[in-house]
Every structure is written in structure tokens, then in C-alpha cells.
């Protein structure tokens, strides 16, 4: 039964391709993963190998694609035409796309901690707006990419339960988690497992949320009826043999500390990948070196890859029944008959891949609707009087306000300007002075553009009236570092070497 409805696939893409011709209607409400194939059949004929046909007697192919600690990311991460430049939803879109017109069977999975990121917890009122908005995109853009299942990680119940249940309602993929439960009767908030059906071979998915997160974050999340989260090793015990029944391959996402992986790893029998996002010490790491991108524990493969989207972990398997665990075609070259093998490479985000002309209108849509409010809800800035900006300066220090003028921190917002990002509550603060101290709507906004004198000397209001009495401290690493830092850029912040290039001339003094 099986096998006839293989068979009889590619007539009925030809079906929807005709289908597509005629309602074009249709195409709108089509994900990229059914629009892609329907592409393909269209040209299959001349060169076209089936699966069967790439991979040996009696296996099936699977090529599995992941994303984890996306963090809220849609852009490049951090900064955009920096020296590394990774990322972006409009790039891998364009992968998956590509990867799609490669590979027959692909399996779209994202480990958590997506939509909102460490920081978003500590956003204002004011800029909730905006999360919410980009949290919309991303899983708008996951619903076209054919994401097929999503981890709901801590990060993801930043903005509440109602929120998630929003961008849950909207997904077209499930989210799951099979210890996020609520407090009272200890039911499951989301489904623990999905098992998807990738061309005839069944992939179960397990999905565990870090179950060390404090109380008083659950509670935030739904007061009403708060949440808790169960030990993730209990419930992989309990949920795995009966998962391992029904499906061929299983999956993990967990998004846990690596200590409690490798555990689950080693105590729980029958998971073949567990998707790791390699949390030490309570955080993530946002960039994964090669020699640590996987690891195996027993018969259990862990895998990660970079977060904020900068590149997708891959696994090209060919899968034979009985063939577990599977052995890696990258370390055995001559695998041992009659085991399932992969390939496993991680696929950079970089501007080769161009970007997916779809989701950047989504995302354009999204920078345009980005400037900050109604007015009228802003808070109260206490410390606005305390800003002189550099224009203050300048009446005194002119050697040095000419010279900081020479360096690009003095042209930083409209580095953001260029690509209409200068309202964005995750860019704006480090392109400007005093962002939520000293001014939060545009309009307010002249004086504090660019990376100003007070960014890096710190705040001094008395120092004009009577210089003397009022020193500035020295520069410190510190204060570069607020922007400066590993989530932003790639490359190691050296003080020392990039001192020289931004400290001011010495004032001359009698
Ligand atoms: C408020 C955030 C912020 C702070 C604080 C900050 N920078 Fe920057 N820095 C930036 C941004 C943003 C840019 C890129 C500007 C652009 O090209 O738009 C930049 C660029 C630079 C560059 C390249 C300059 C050039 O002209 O090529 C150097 C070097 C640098 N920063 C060093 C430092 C040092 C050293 C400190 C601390 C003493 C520091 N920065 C403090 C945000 C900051
Ligand atoms: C945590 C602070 C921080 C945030 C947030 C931030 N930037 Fe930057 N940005 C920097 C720093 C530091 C640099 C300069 C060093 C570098 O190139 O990484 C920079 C440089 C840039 C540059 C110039 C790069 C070049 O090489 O000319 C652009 C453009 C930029 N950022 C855009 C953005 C956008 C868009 C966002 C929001 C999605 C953003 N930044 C968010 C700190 C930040
Ligand atoms: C009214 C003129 C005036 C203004 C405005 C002014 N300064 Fe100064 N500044 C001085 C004088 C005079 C000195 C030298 C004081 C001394 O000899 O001890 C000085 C010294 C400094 C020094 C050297 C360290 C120190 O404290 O001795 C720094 C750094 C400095 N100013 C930064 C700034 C910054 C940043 C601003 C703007 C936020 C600013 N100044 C605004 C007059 C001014
Ligand atoms: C990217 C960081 C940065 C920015 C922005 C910056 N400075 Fe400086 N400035 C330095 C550093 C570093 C020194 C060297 C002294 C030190 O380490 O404290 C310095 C030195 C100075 C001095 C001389 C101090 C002395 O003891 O001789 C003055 C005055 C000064 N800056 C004023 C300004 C003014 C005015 C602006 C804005 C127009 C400005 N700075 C912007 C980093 C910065």
C-alpha cells in the first residue's frame, strides 16, 4: 500500500501542478515544501535519479535540517556587512529551497528558543509591540520554509502563554514539549512527541524544555494557572520505548543543559539524534567551534550548530531498517554492512545563498511597521537631563570632536538608516546615546544619534561648568563591550588593539 501511494506521488504533483496553473489562488496558501516539489516534477524526467535509485538496496534517504537558539533573530546576526556575515531568514529560506530541489526527502526541525531571546524578558512596555510583531514573522516565515516541528524553549514563553498560543494558532507545524505542564493537574501544555511521515520513513520527534528554570519565570508566563516543567531524563524515560514503536527514526530537540543531554543520551535506550544547543553554565552558545558539533554518547548521536541562525546543522541519512545506531560516512568511510549512515555537514547562511524575494517582503513589512509607538503610552526617561551629547563637547574638545568624526562611530545610525532599521528596538541601542534613558520616540531623536562621546566616557552632566572638579574617568573595556560583544560580532574584541584606533587625541595642556 505503501509503495502505490509512493509511486503514484509524482502524478499527483503533476495533479497539483496543473491544479496551481488553473487557481493560482492556491499557490498563496501553499508552503514552499509542497510549491518546491510540484517545481520539480515539472523537470524530473531527463536527469532526475529517485531515491532508491541514489542510495543502496534497500535503504531510504532522509535529509534532516535544524535550526536552534534562533533567539529572535530574522537579519544577519547582529550586524549586518560585518567581515562574518551569516544569518538571516531570507537566506535560509533560499537554502531550504535549494537543499529542497537537491534532496527528495527533507525534514525541516527547530530546537527552541526561537522567537524572543535572553534579553527580550527585560524589554519595556513600549517595545513588546515589536517583539510580538518580529515573533509573528519568524513563524510566518517558518510556516513558508515548511518547518514541520518546533521546540517551545524558555526563551520562547517570554511574552506569556497567550502570546505563544497567538503564534501557535498561526504555525502550521506543531510546537511541542513534553515537559512544559501545567502547575494544577499537571496536564501537558503542548503535545510532547509528533511523528512525521517523511516520504514513507517516520520520524518521531520528542520535545523537552531546560527543567531548570526558575519558578517565579514560569509563573510570569500564565499567572492564571501557572506552569511548571517536569524533569526532562524522567519524561524521556517514559515517552521513548513507546515513541521508538512507531517510528524509524527518533529524534530529540532538548533544548537542556549538554550534562543533562549526554545523561539522557546514556540512561534512555533508542534515540538516535538528540538536537543540542549546547547550554554550559546556564547559557548558549551562540557560536559552535567544528570539533564540538557533534558528539556521540552510546548509540545516540548529539548534534548543534551556531545560534541566531547563522548556520543549519544537516544530516544526509541513508537509512536501512535495523541498521541502528548509525554510523557517520564522514569518519568510517567504508561503513559496516548493513547500517544506517549520515552525512553531517552544517550549512553557513551567507550571501551566496541570496536572499528569498518572499520573506524579505515580510521582513520589510516588518521594518516599516517597526517605529516605536503612540506617543503617548512612553514611559517617563528620568535620566534625560542627565545627556549632553557630543554636541556639548564639540564647544570645547574640537581636536577630539573632529577627530571622533573620522570614525564610523560617528555615522552609526545611519548605518541602520541604510536599510531602514533605525527604528528597531533589537538595533537601535548600540547605534545611538542613551536609548530608553535619554529619548525613546523618533522624534526625539536627533541629538542622540550615533555611537556618541558619552558611550564610551560615561556620564558627567557638571563636567562643563567646572571641568576641574568634574573629571572623567579613564575609558575602560567595559564600556565597549555593551556593544562590542561576542553576540554581535564574530571576531574577538581586543581593547588594547582597538583602542588606538578610536581614542581621542590627548588634550594639550599648559
Ligand atoms: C553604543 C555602542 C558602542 C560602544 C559603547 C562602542 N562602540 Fe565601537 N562601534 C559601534 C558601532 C555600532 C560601530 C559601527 C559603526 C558603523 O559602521 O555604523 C562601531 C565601530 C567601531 C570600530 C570601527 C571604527 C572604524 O572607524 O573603523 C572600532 C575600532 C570600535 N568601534 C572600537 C570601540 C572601542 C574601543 C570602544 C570602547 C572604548 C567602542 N568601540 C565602544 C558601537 C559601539
Ligand atoms: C549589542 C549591540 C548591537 C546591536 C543590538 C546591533 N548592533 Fe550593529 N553594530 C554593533 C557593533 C559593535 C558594530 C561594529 C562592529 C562590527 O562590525 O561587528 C556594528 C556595526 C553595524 C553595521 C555596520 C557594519 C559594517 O561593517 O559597516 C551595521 C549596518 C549594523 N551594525 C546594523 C545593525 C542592525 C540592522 C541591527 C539590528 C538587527 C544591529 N546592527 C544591532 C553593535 C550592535
Ligand atoms: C565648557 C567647556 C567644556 C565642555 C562643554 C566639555 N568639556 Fe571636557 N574639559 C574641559 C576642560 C577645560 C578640561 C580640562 C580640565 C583639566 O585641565 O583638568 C576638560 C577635560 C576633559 C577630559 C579629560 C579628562 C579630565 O576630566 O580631565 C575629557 C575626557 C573630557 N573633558 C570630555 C568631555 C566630554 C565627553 C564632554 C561632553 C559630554 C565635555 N568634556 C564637555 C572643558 C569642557
Ligand atoms: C569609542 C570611544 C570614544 C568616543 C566615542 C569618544 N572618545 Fe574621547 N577618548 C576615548 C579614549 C579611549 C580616550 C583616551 C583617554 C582614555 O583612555 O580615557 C579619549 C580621550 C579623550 C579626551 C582627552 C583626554 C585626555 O586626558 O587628554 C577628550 C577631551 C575626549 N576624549 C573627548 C571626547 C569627545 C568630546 C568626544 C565626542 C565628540 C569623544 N571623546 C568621543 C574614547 C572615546
Not at 548558549?284 to 557533534?294: A, G, I, P, R
Not at 558619552?454 to 568634574?470: A, F, I, T, W
Request: aromatic share 8%; glycine share 6%; with cysteine.
Amino acid at each position: 500500500m505503501k509503495a502505490i501511494l509512493m509511486r503514484s506521488l509524482p502524478q499527483w504533483l503533476t495533479i497539483t501542478v496543473l491544479a496551481i496553473m488553473v487557481i493560482p489562488a492556491i499557490v498563496v496558501e501553499r508552503p514552499y515544501a509542497e510549491a518546491e516539489k510540484s517545481e520539480k516534477t515539472t523537470s524530473a524526467d531527463d536527469e532526475k535519479q529517485t531515491p532508491e535509485a541514489v542510495t543502496s538496496e534497500g535503504s531510504s534517504n532522509l535529509f534532516l535540517v535544524y535550526s536552534v537558539n534562533n533567539v529572535g533573530y530574522i537579519d544577519v546576526c547582529g550586524c549586518k556587512r560585518k567581515k562574518v556575515r551569516q544569518g538571516s531568514l531570507t537566506r535560509r529560506a533560499s537554502y531550504v529551497k535549494q537543499a529542497r530541489f537537491h534532496h527528495d526527502n527533507l525534514c525541516l526541525l527547530d530546537g527552541g528558543n526561537t522567537l524572543f531571546g535572553p534579553d527580550d524578558g527585560k524589554a519595556k512596555d513600549f517595545e513588546k509591540r515589536q517583539l510580538h510583531e518580529k515573533a509573528k514573522l519568524i513563524v510566518e516565515s517558518y510556516n513558508r520554509m515548511g518547518y514541520q516541528a518546533m521546540l517551545v524553549g524558555h526563551h520562547d514563553i517570554t511574552m506569556g502563554l497567550e502570546k505563544l498560543r497567538e503564534y501557535q494558532g498561526m504555525a502550521k507545524f506543531p510546537f511541542i514539549s513534553a515537559n512544559m505542564r501545567f502547575k494544577d493537574d499537571s496536564s501537558r501544555v503542548f503535545d510532547p512527541t509528533t511523528i512525521l511521515d517523511c516520504d514513507g520513513l517516520k520520524v518521531g520527534v520528542l520535545g523537552l524544555t531546560i527543567d531548570t528554570i526558575p519558578e517565579y519565570y514560569l509563573n510570569r508566563a500564565n499567572p492564571e494557572r501557572p506552569l511548571h516543567l517536569t524533569s526532562a531524563l524522567e519524561e524521556a524515560k517514559a515517552l521513548v520505548p513507546e515513541l521508538r514503536k512507531q517510528c524509524d527514526i527518533l529524534i530529540l530537540l532538548s533544548a537542556n543543559s549538554t550534562e543533562t543531554n549526554r545523561q539522557i543520551a546514556t540512561e534512555v535506550g533508542g534515540i538516535d539524534l538528540i538536537v543540542d544547543p549546547y547550554i554550559e553554565l546556564g547559557n548558549h552558545k551562540v557560536w559552535v567551534d567544528e570539533e564540538l558539533s557533534m558528539e556521540q554518547v552510546g548509540e545516540t548521536l548529539l548534534v548543534r550548530t551556531d545560534a541566531q541562525g547563522a548556520r543549519l546543522g544537516t544530516l544526509d541519512i541513508d537509512w536501512i531498517e535495523n541498521g541502528r545506531p548509525m554510523v557517520s560516512l564522514s569518519f568510517d568511510s567504508v561503513p559496516p554492512a548493513g547500517r544506517s549512515t549520515y552525512w553531517y555537514e552544517r550549512a553557513s547562511m551567507e550571501p551566496h545563498l541570496l536572499e528569498d524575494p518572499d520573506i524579505v517582503a515580510l521582513v520589510e513589512a516588518f521594518r516599516k511597521g517597526s517605529a516605536f509607538v503612540n506617543t503617548e503610552e512612553l514611559p517617563e526617561l528620568p535620566h534625560k537631563g542627565k545627556y549632553l551629547t557630543a554636541s556639548t563637547c564639540a564647544m570645547c574638545h574640537v581636536e577630539q570632536t573632529e577627530f571622533w568624526k573620522g570614525t564610523t562611530h560617528a555615522d552609526a545610525f545611519a548605518s541602520l538608516v541604510e536599510t531602514g532599521d533605525q527604528w528597531r528596538q533589537d538595533c537601535i541601542a548600540c547605534h545611538v546615546l542613551g536609548y530608553g534613558q535619554a529619548f525613546i520616540a523618533p522624534e526625539d531623536a536627533e541629538p542622540f544619534k550615533d555611537v556618541q562621546c558619552e558611550n564610551c566616557h560615561g556620564l558627567n552632566p557638571n563636567h562643563p561648568q567646572d571641568p576641574v572638579n568634574h573629571p572623567w574617568g579613564k575609558v575602560k573595556e567595559t564600556s565597549c563591550l555593551v556593544c562590542h560583544n561576542k553576540d554581535q560580532t564574530r571576531t574577538d574584541f581586543i581593547f588594547s588593539k582597538e583602542r588606538r584606533k578610536v581614542a581621542c587625541p590627548p588634550l594639550k595642556r599648559n
